[in-house]
């Protein structure tokens, strides 16, 4: 009775052992890259401001191109954020290395071939969003909260605009992260269909309330210009498109396979 206890916990200690090997290799991966980042923060904050900036400049008084701090440790937190944000994203390709070697071994030939393009089209559609909202959306939306600015005269208060460190990086990051976290749809939707969860039909037939909730998620995430708003939410509609597209692929190989086993039987 002891022997056959044994032998049924040895694997699964040696499945915790493999899984904690892998979870310190990615976090000690982290730290390490995280430290890098953290001695160019300042680089990397200003490549991250630097939108802001080419605007304030365009204005023609480089004193309106500047950021401020209220808090003696505001700085220093936001470059530890940075740093941390670059570092995650870096470390991304190790992350899903590790998870792939760690699931790898317990998967069927099939299995690893419909899961790995998956792992390697996530962070791709992630870096996708993300560079959309860098070089087009940020662009148009800090034009557009400008105009809000007032010079001032007869009797009113000027309303000028004096940016703090930490809050413009809360923002930036919350599009980068929001506009990345959306081009997964492909990625979730055809594991969806995968596992038999939603199917093209379905998708097809619901169009209309997605593109409806489409353009509600766009509203929410994005500046209330229309500009901003179509630039996230015609992508979106796009790879739910290509969702489908997809999904239609995995049924009809899903349906090849059955049909294939039944005429071995």
């Not at 749809?185 to 619901?206: D, I, N, Q, Y």
């Not at 229309?226 to 349906?255: D, F, G, N």
């Amino acid at each position: 009775m002891a022997e056959t206890l044994d032998e049924e916990k040895m694997p699964l200690l040696d499945h915790l052992i493999e899984l904690r090997k892998r979870l310190l290799l990615s976090a000690a991966g982290l730290i390490v890259i995280f430290v890098i980042c953290f001695f160019f923060a300042e680089q990397l904050y200003n490549f991250l401001a630097q939108p802001l900036a080419d605007l304030l400049l365009q204005r023609g008084d480089d004193r309106l191109a500047r950021m401020i701090f209220t808090d003696l440790t505001e700085v220093f937190f936001t470059y530890v954020k940075v740093s941390f944000f670059t570092a995650a994203f870096l470390t991304c390709p190790l992350f899903l290395t590790q998870l792939w070697l760690f699931i790898a071994p317990g998967l069927y030939k099939n299995e690893k071939m419909a899961l790995g393009p998956f792992l390697v089209a996530s962070p791709l559609l992630f870096f996708t969003g993300a560079a959309l909202v860098y070089y087009v959306i940020l662009p148009f939306a800090w034009e557009f909260f400008l105009q809000f600015e007032t010079s001032g005269g007869d009797g009113t208060v000027p309303i000028e605009l004096e940016a703090k460190v930490g809050e413009y990086l809360s923002l930036t990051m919350k599009l980068l992260f929001a506009f990345g976290l959306c081009f997964q749809l492909p990625v979730l939707m055809t594991l969806l269909a995968r596992v038999g969860l939603a199917t093209s039909e379905g998708m097809a037939a619901k169009r209309k309330y997605a593109i409806v909730g489409v353009f509600i998620v766009a509203a929410i995430f994005t500046p209330p210009d229309p500009l901003s708003q179509l630039s996230l939410a015609i992508p979106i509609v796009l790879l739910y498109e290509v969702s489908i597209i997809l999904a239609r692929m995995v049924e009809r190989k899903k349906a090849q396979r059955e049909q294939e086993i039944e005429d071995e039987l």
